[in-house]
Every structure is written in structure tokens, then in C-alpha cells.
């Protein structure tokens, strides 16, 4: 299943971050930034699987020169130089297809704010999600002309700016022009999944979106997976959430699977009843029969919905009632250790 994530953020000096070192961990190489002579060095890097300079008017530059004319430019302490784009890669296309998805962004970003745009892709971390291809996007905040002259900051960049104007956010526009892109790629590779950048409640759907694991969960059940190699045992989760996480997944796994057989049974019934239709039977006849199948799949799916709507509910309930009971051990345990350091509490 494709899953559709942007996400778009600015990186300012102010927080301690610096274009030159940032571009150096996406793109996995060794840039020495002139303005602080702080050297960032990851060669050494490993998921990078490609890092493409798209600059307008087509121009070639290295990428360690054009980043540190762009420091360059900026000469307040509080500038920000940079905007960053995260996307998702659907893991239904191959690296060529990946790639070719995220460069053709960069190009459609560089073209409409006339900026230029840094393309890594990444494939996903060894611990984690097999699933997980990703790219970051970094944007120049200014202008930067076919001959490479660098201009002024691109207001339409600036979220604070639009909303003074009452624009749309540069994020809110480039969710559904992500969306665009990406369903294009996928159905050029001929794959039934497509992204929707509309939130669950706009779609129609029930239920919120799935909730992130956190980085200290994530970190444990990394840990824990790490054991697991080393034992030569298979991994399970060790934590609740990860647990109630991929008890959701294993749901969602099913019902799109028999989604796809329900779509694949369609597209065959389809052809035979092409076939037919060029038969001496009689097409009214055909038609009924095939209206009733229609009728019986959709009744079908329709009862799948609710019975994985009904999981996902008790999923969710018993995921509440399990912190509760843990949230009462947690209070249990504080209460017996304060009888044990201070004795028992007064009307205990």
C-alpha cells in the first residue's frame, strides 16, 4: 500500500544548523563549510542511494561551491538558508522509478519558485521498515538565476508570508501536487496503489491516522531486534505500542489483500464478460447476471470493512484498557515504595 507523507520544515541558523552540514548527511559526502570552517565528512555513510543538484537553466555546479555561496549570501545570524522537503517513495516502484520520481519534483520545485533543489534518496534503515524509501529535498530560501546569480528570498516559500496574504502555505500546496506526481509514476508502472494527501476525515474514512511509534520506543524495539539477530531467534515486539502497531499493520495487510483479490477478480470478470457479450446469448440476459454479481461483491466488501472496522475498534480498546492496568501497576508500585521508605500512609 502506498502511504503518502510530506512534510516540509526550515532550516535556520538559530537552531544550531547549518545548510553546508545538513546537504553533507543527505547527499552522504565530505563538505567543509567556509563561513564557521567546520569540516562535515560523511563518505562514509551508508542508505544513500542517490543525490542529484537541479539548478535552473540547467546548470552543472559542484555541490560543496554552490551550498557555501549560498551561506554566503545570507549574512544574518538568524537567516534561514535553506527549506526542506521530506517525501515518501512508494515501495511499489523500483530504484530507477524512485529516483526518477523524486528528481522529477525537484525539477517541477526548481521550475515553479525558481530555486534550486538538492534530491537524496534514501532506502530505509536497517532496523526498520523494509518499506521506508524516502528523499530529502532541500530548497535554496532564495532565488537563484539561470547564470547562477543568487537574488532575493522566495516569498512564496515563506509560510509567515502567506499567511499574511492569505495565500495557501507553500506545504499545503505541495501535498497535492506531491499526490499528482506520485499517482503519475504509479500508474506509468502499472501499479493499482495511489495516495490520497487529504486527511482521514476528508476521505471519508473513520478512525485517525496511525500514531508513530516515538524515537524511545522506536530505539528499544531496535535494540530488541538487534537481540534477536544475535540469538538467531525471530524478533516480536517488546513494547505495547509496537505490539498494538503491528497487530494494526497485520489487519491492514489483510484487507488489502483481499482488496487486491476482490480488484484482480473484478478486472477478470470484466474480460469474460467481454467475451461474452460477443456471444449469440442474449446481452439483456448477460447483463442481469452480471448487475446480481456487482450486488454479491459489493455486499462482500462492504461486510469485510465492518468486520476490520470492528477489529481495529477492539484493537483500540484493548490497547486503553492495557495502559490503564499498567498506569495502576505504575501507581501501585509508587504507593509501596513510599510505605517502604516513610512506612504506611495515614487512613491506610
Known amino acids: 500500500m502506498a502511504i503518502f507523507h510530506l512534510t516540509m520544515k526550515p532550516m535556520a541558523r538559530s537552531s544550531g544548523r547549518s545548510v553546508i552540514g545538513s546537504i553533507a548527511y543527505r547527499s552522504g559526502e565530505n563538505l567543509t563549510n567556509l563561513r564557521d570552517g567546520v569540516t562535515h565528512d560523511y563518505s562514509r555513510r551508508d542508505g544513500v542511494e ?51 520520481l523524486a528528481v522529477r519534483y525537484g525539477q517541477d520545485l526548481s521550475a515553479r519558485y ?24 532541500v530548497m535554496s530560501a532564495c532565488r537563484v538565476e539561470p547564470d547562477g546569480t543568487l537574488g532575493k528570498k522566495v516569498a512564496e ?8 496574504h492569505q495565500l495557501p502555505t507553500p506545504a499545503e500546496y505541495e501535498r ?35 500514531e508513530k511509534m516515538g524515537p524511545a520506543v522506536t530505539a528499544i524495539e531496535r535494540k530488541a531486534q538487534r537481540e534477536a539477530r544475535a540469538e538467531g531467534r525471530e524478533y516480536e515486539p517488546v513494547t505495547d505500542r509496537a505490539r498494538e502497531r503491528s497487530r494494526l499493520l497485520e489487519l491492514r495487510d489483510v484487507a488489502l489483500q483481499k482488496a487486491q483479490q476482490a480488484l484482480e477478480w473484478g478486472v477478470e470478470y470484466a474480460q469474460r464478460m467481454a467475451r461474452r457479450m460477443q456471444s449469440p446469448f442474449s446481452r439483456e440476459a448477460l447483463a442481469a447476471v452480471g448487475t446480481q454479481e456487482i450486488e454479491r461483491q459489493s455486499q462482500e466488501r462492504a461486510q469485510a470493512q465492518a468486520r476490520l472496522q470492528l477489529q481495529q475498534e477492539q484493537a483500540q480498546r484493548e490497547a486503553v484498557q492495557r495502559e490503564q492496568l499498567r ?13 517502604h521508605d516513610h512506612g504506611p500512609s495515614l487512613g491506610r
Open 50 to 100: 542517490s543525490a542529484t543538484l537541479v539548478l535552473p537553466g540547467e546548470r552543472a555546479e559542484e555541490r560543496g561551491v554552490f551550498w557555501n555561496r549560498v551561506e554566503a549570501h545570507h549574512k544574518r545570524g538568524d537567516a534561514v538558508p535553506g527549506r526542506e522537503i521530506q517525501v515518501a517513495l512508494p515501495a511499489e516502484l523500483d530504484p530507477d522509478q524512485r529516483r526518477a
Open 114 to 137: 525558481g530555486v534550486a533543489v538538492d534530491v537524496a534518496v534514501h532506502r530505509p534503515h536497517g532496523e526498520g521498515d523494509e518499506r521506508n524509501h524516502h528523499a530529502h529535498i
Open 157 to 164: 516559500l515563506d509560510p509567515i508570508h502567506c499567511k499574511r
Open 176 to 210: 497535492g501536487r506531491w499526490e499528482e506526481l506520485t499517482n503519475t509514476a504509479l500508474a506509468q508502472a502499472q501499479c493499482h496503489a495511489r495516495i490520497d494527501h487529504r486527511s482521514r476525515a476528508e476521505q471519508g474514512l473513520d478512525g485517525s491516522a496511525q
Open 327 to 339: 498506569q495502576r501497576q505504575v501507581e501501585r508500585d509508587q504507593q509501596r515504595q513510599i510505605d
